[in-house]
């Protein structure tokens, strides 16, 4: 009997697509002799959240067995977390799905592959936590240097008032932000001065 597939991929940016990945699942899945049933695909969404519509289709589909096994290319595609990425392979399992990672020759249908699912999972944490570390350590340097990091604000003693003074006159925060060109938030932190 033939196995039925889905494939899953995802990129971070608008800029990237998933056509790539895709062509790799599919060859696979070929040589296999894999039915792939579907195709998820998530474009300029970035892996730690949680919540992402290709990736909800899925698991929503997986709860209706519309397939046997999921496959992706690698780990990072899946979820950036350990727990996200765990909480995914719980659904999966509690439906009897097996997962599929190509470059990290991950097939939980095997126990070895499950085994080395968790030993990946744990890598996969680990760096995005020393990812995490160095953007912290590297912008305590910057100021240590006198560095300020962020995006420069245009925001100026005398565009506050204009905001106070538009806000007075009714207008809403979108026509003050569009007239004051700032944003929304930027905007209610200098009415929240003033209330």
Do not use: W
């Amino acid at each position: 009997m033939t196995k039925k597939v889905c494939l899953y991929a995802r990129v971070s940016t608008k800029e990237q697509d998933c056509e790539r990945q895709l062509i790799e699942l599919r060859e696979v899945a070929k040589n296999h002799d894999y039915e792939v049933v579907a195709e998820y695909v998530d474009e300029g969404i970035s892996g730690a959240k949680k919540s992402r519509p290709a990736l909800d289709k899925m698991l929503k589909d997986a709860m209706s067995r519309k397939f046997t096994m999921v496959m992706t290319l690698e780990l990072s595609r899946l979820g950036r977390s350990v727990k996200n990425m765990c909480d995914i392979v719980e659904i999966l399992k509690g439906k009897k799905i097996d997962l599929f990672v190509l470059n990290q020759n991950v097939d939980t249908s095997q126990i070895v592959g499950e085994f080395f699912f968790n030993i990946m999972n744990a890598v996969a944490q680990y760096e995005k936590d020393l990812i995490g570390e160095r953007v912290v350590s590297g912008l305590q340097n910057a100021r240590k240097k006198g560095r300020i990091g962020g995006r420069p604000t245009n925001l100026t003693p005398e565009l506050e008032e204009k905001i106070i003074e538009l806000r007075k006159k009714k207008l809403g925060l979108n026509k003050i932000s569009a007239e004051c060109k700032v944003s929304v938030p930027t905007i209610r932190k200098v009415l929240d001065k003033v209330a």
